[in-house]
């Protein structure tokens, strides 16, 4: 069984809570204002929301490049739907924080580029924000509260799935770092010996006596010079 993103990120109710402090999401107003979102705002307006999402995606030449690699637009489109519909529903929970870590870190594996990620996480919120229905855009309070929580709850997603994709890029390239050692001490290895014998190629062993030569004559060298300027001071 797969170690869950929560515990290889260390994301215990200590560390949530503070990540909840730093998006500006503590206090419970702001579970108001997720169940306020997803009434007026996503449910109504979900589909919507999506295809102008993705039209606006498939603009992008990186997008269709990996949407023709990896899926199908309607399977994107119904997980996107997924995951607006859950869009601050019960945010303060690990399981929340597991689902975004976890969207970080399909978007490696698939190689969606980092660059995407600001410029989606603000089309999220232009789209959401430009859906906030006329009944609660008249009063201002009411209005400006849910800009703001719609800011924050995208933005505390975007962190969530940047710092998995970030550690996934990290740990590939360790990986690849690793491999690209081992493949050069192999190398180095038979270069050095006889891949029949195990034993050392002839080549290593007239160049290593060429190198044990040239450095007994440097060493010769630097004796007979010292010795020079010994013999001169004494005179």
Not at 124 to 134: C, G, K, M, S, T
Not at 138 to 154: E, G, H, K, M, V
Request: glycine share 4%; hydrophobic share 35%.
């Amino acid at each position: 069984m797969s170690q869950r993103l929560c515990d290889r990120y260390k994301f215990d109710d200590v560390k949530i809570a503070e990540r909840l402090d730093l998006t500006g999401l503590s206090g419970e107003h702001n579970y108001a204002l997720a169940t306020q979102l997803l009434t007026n705002v996503l449910q109504p307006n979900v589909d919507a929301i999506v295809d102008e999402f993705y039209r606006s995606l498939t603009q992008n030449r990186d997008f269709n490049k990996i949407v023709h690699r990896h899926s199908r637009l309607s399977k994107l489109k119904l997980a996107q739907r997924k995951y607006l519909l859950g869009l601050g529903r019960d945010y303060g929970s690990k399981q929340y924080f597991e689902d975004r870590l976890r969207v970080g870190a399909v978007h490696h594996r698939v190689g969606v580029p980092l660059s995407l990620y600001h410029s989606c996480y603000c089309l999220i919120q232009n789209l959401l924000i430009d859906r906030i229905p006329a009944e609660l855009t008249a009063s201002t309070d009411t209005y400006a509260a849910l800009i703001q929580f719609i800011i924050r709850i995208t933005s505390l997603d975007m962190s969530l799935a940047i710092e998995a994709y970030c550690s996934d890029r990290i740990a590939s390239l360790e990986h690849s770092l690793n491999s690209a050692r081992g493949e050069e001490e192999e190398l180095r290895k038979s270069l050095r010996t006889d891949s029949l014998t195990q034993v050392y190629s002839r080549n290593f062993v007239l160049n290593e006596l060429k190198r044990i030569v040239s450095e007994s004559k440097e060493k010769r060298q630097g004796r007979e010079k010292g010795e020079s300027q010994e013999g001169r001071r004494r005179c």
